[in-house]
């Protein structure tokens, strides 16, 4: 899939542009400008001086967003030069929009202006005319966008002779805080990559932050992240065999929806690492580990998916190695973990997981409860299922890389393929244990034990 990340306000999706931050000194100067012009009558106008990419053109046209009552209109350039054309352009919207305030924008046409300097003047005359004349009561707001402080200067000075309909004489757009801009850049990306993060392209939140410090504008440090964006190798999943999954066995819709906050559960439960980011406390977002967590996640396809423990307990038999009736295994065969593993996961038929009202989910809760201290028995059950099912997998298994080795509770292949072989890390965790802080904690210790294992972490 092509990835987006626009920088540019005519570039946003229009469902985005409707969430768009308000720039609240440009919402408080409007608010002036129709406040002044119901008092004294005629039309105001504001030039508004701003670097490139500091939000000029997203703010202004905008405002008819949290400003319900008023609508914003672009003007064309013809308008700039002709005023028989800017009174039909305006005449258009007020018949239009009839009873509305009007925004009218002019953006960024100085250089049409900077061959004819009669411009600035020629224009703030037609607006003195209007204000005298056909608009007197007609309550419109004219705004010219610049990112040129003299061209500011000239539409000031132009009105040296109608000094009423100035609404101000300096106003500045600065855009959003800096500490925001790593946030807005997050949230553009995702709005336009169907919710896809940017920590899956090994950008992280310090990443973000630091980029923002060394850009003039929030429209440098979007396109900062696209160049980074446009840098980046394919992702680094598809280089390996091996895929993580951590099994977490639940007794309740508590347990279930504290284990799926941590997860995209309709995309196969891949660990949501944004989610699991903002469970750390602040010392720990800034751990220098956390660039090689991410890229262990990214490499072994980390996934977090819960199972029912009444999933767990038909097939639980430590010491028994009779068959596995056929009933049972057709009944695990249809849990979430198992699709997954199976290749069979379909997101558009995806089910949430739901605690069960039944006599059989009760005597599985109690169950659980006895043997959270045998992960080696419940590791064998899954094995022995899997392999009926027709997934050989084995318990206990040892693994060996350059870098280091680590158990696999399971170990499951799938007999070919891009992820032909999935560790699975069962987190028997007693009910009363599987708490955010908890989870977190684990999903930490699973990743840095494969960031070792990968060798992006020394011992």
Do not use: C
Not at 277 to 283: A, E, I, K, V, Y
Request: hydrophobic letters at 35%; glycine letters at 6%; aromatic letters at 8%.
């Amino acid at each position: 899939m092509a990835i987006r990340l626009p920088s540019r306000y005519e570039d946003l999706d229009v469902a985005f542009k409707g969430d768009l931050r308000p720039n609240q000194s440009l919402l408080e100067q409007v608010q002036r400008a129709f406040r002044s012009m119901s008092v004294s009558g005629g039309i105001r106008f504001l030039p508004i001086y701003g670097k490139s990419g500091s939000g000029k053109s997203s703010a202004t046209f905008e405002l008819g967003t949290h400003l319900p009552e008023v609508k914003v209109f672009a003007l064309s350039r013809d308008s700039i030069e002709s005023r028989d054309r800017l009174i039909d352009e305006i005449q258009d919207s007020t018949l239009q929009y009839s009873g509305s305030p009007l925004i009218a924008v002019i953006d960024q046409y100085e250089e049409v202006a900077a061959h004819q300097s009669r411009i600035p003047k020629e224009f703030v005359e037609s607006l003195a005319l209007l204000d005298r004349g056909k608009l007197r009561d007609n309550p419109v707001l004219f705004v010219w966008l610049t990112t040129d402080r003299s061209f500011q200067a000239d539409l000031v000075n132009a009105t040296s002779r109608n000094n009423r309909i100035l609404a101000a004489p300096n106003f500045e757009i600065e855009g959003p805080p800096l500490s925001e801009w790593p946030a807005i850049i997050e949230e553009t990306f995702s709005f336009h990559n169907k919710g896809q993060v940017l920590a899956d392209y090994q950008l992280l939140a310090p990443d973000l932050a630091a980029l923002s410090k060394q850009a003039k504008t929030l429209g440098d440090a979007i396109e900062e992240t696209g160049r980074r964006l446009t840098d980046k190798q394919p992702a680094l999943q598809d280089m390996s065999k091996y895929q993580v999954v951590m099994l977490w066995p639940v007794t309740d819709s508590t347990r279930i929806s504290r284990i799926q906050q941590f997860t995209d559960s309709r995309q196969g439960y891949k660990l949501n690492w944004s989610a699991w980011f903002q469970s750390l406390n602040g010392d720990e977002q800034k751990s220098s580990e956390l660039r090689e967590l991410n890229r262990a996640r990214l490499y072994f396809d980390v996934r977090l998916i819960p199972i029912a423990a009444a999933d767990l307990r038909i097939i639980y038999r430590p010491t028994d190695t009779k068959e596995i009736p056929r009933t049972v295994l057709d009944r695990f065969g249809k849990t979430h973990f198992y699709t997954i593993l199976s290749g069979a996961w379909n997101p558009e038929s995806y089910a949430p997981l739901r605690e069960r009202d039944s006599k059989r989910a009760v005597e599985a809760r109690e169950w659980y409860e006895t043997v959270t201290q045998d992960p080696t028995g419940i590791g064998k059950s899954i094995a022995q299922a899997l392999t009926a099912l027709g997934l050989k997998s084995h318990y206990e298994a040892k693994l060996k890389s350059p870098n280091g080795s680590l158990r696999a509770d399971v170990l499951v292949d799938r007999g070919g393929g891009l992820r032909s072989e999935v560790i699975v890390e069962i987190k028997a965790f007693a009910p009363e244990n599987t708490r955010p802080s908890s989870i977190s904690e684990a999903v930490r210790a699973t990743l840095r034990k494969h960031a070792i294992f990968a060798g992006f972490l020394k011992r």
